[in-house]
């Protein structure tokens, strides 16, 4: 009896996660932030400003983003995507005294995107929503610009590229319907002690 009991147990576990097992594809967008401060004065600090003290600074710490994923869930509480996100370029700016007498001008761009492997863990809220947490590994690169005028010096430009790997996490609220979801998510990545976050809306196709 006791077996019979089992095996009906699993047979449902099985049916239950064949009816979630699916393949999607997924775009969506939002807004993305970054705190470039800390970047932007350390590049400064190596051509002797310092922002707040010699140099009048400012920040443009956030830009749209958008990302597409592919997909697949297994059952009803595990999904793991491959994901592409570009968080938008984020910049910073300044002008004050040179170390030299003259006066200092300077500019920072930073274009950030990355490609990530993520384990997604769902709570179902009844049969229309799931509650998820997220997280995983994202390959990440940042092409950063660099230029400094000094009225006595001239003119230093400099172009470089960090790139690397770190932890990608976050969670949200997904919408299920027929054939799509609607989802709401936060995400945050951490690069070179940069967080940068995105808030985010997606569509949902299910294959």
């Known amino acids: 009896m006791k077996r019979h009991a089992w095996i009906g147990l699993l047979a449902l576990f099985a049916a239950s996660s064949a009816a979630y097992a699916q393949g999607y594809i997924g775009i969506g967008g939002g807004s993305a932030e970054a705190n470039v401060r800390v970047e932007a004065e350390e590049e400064l600090a190596e051509i002797g400003g310092e922002c707040g003290v010699t140099i ?3 920040f443009d710490e956030s830009d749209s983003g958008f990302k597409v ?3 697949k869930r297994f059952n009803r509480y595990f999904a793991l995507e491959l994901s592409y996100t570009d968080f938008g370029t984020f910049s910073a700016a300044g002008r004050g005294a040179s170390p030299t007498g003259g006066t200092l001008d300077f500019t920072l761009t930073a274009d950030v995107w ?4 993520i384990g997604i863990g769902l709570l179902p809220l009844g049969s229309a929503f799931d509650l998820f ?7 990440w690169k940042a092409n950063l610009e660099g230029a400094a005028t000094d009225t006595l010096l001239g003119t230093l430009s400099e172009s470089d590229t960090n790139e690397g790997g770190n932890i990608l996490w976050g969670g949200g609220l997904q919408w299920n319907g027929k054939r799509i979801a609607l ?3 936060f995400e945050r ?5 940069v967080d940068i976050d995105l808030v985010s809306g997606s569509v949902v196709f299910r294959l």
Do not use: Q
């Open 183 to 185: 989802r709401a998510e």
């Open 56 to 58: 009048a600074c400012s």
């Open 189 to 193: 990545i951490d690069i070179n002690d």
């Open 69 to 71: 994923f592919l997909g």
């Open 114 to 117: 990355s490609i990530g492997l």
């Open 133 to 139: 947490v997220k997280a995983g590994v994202a390959y």
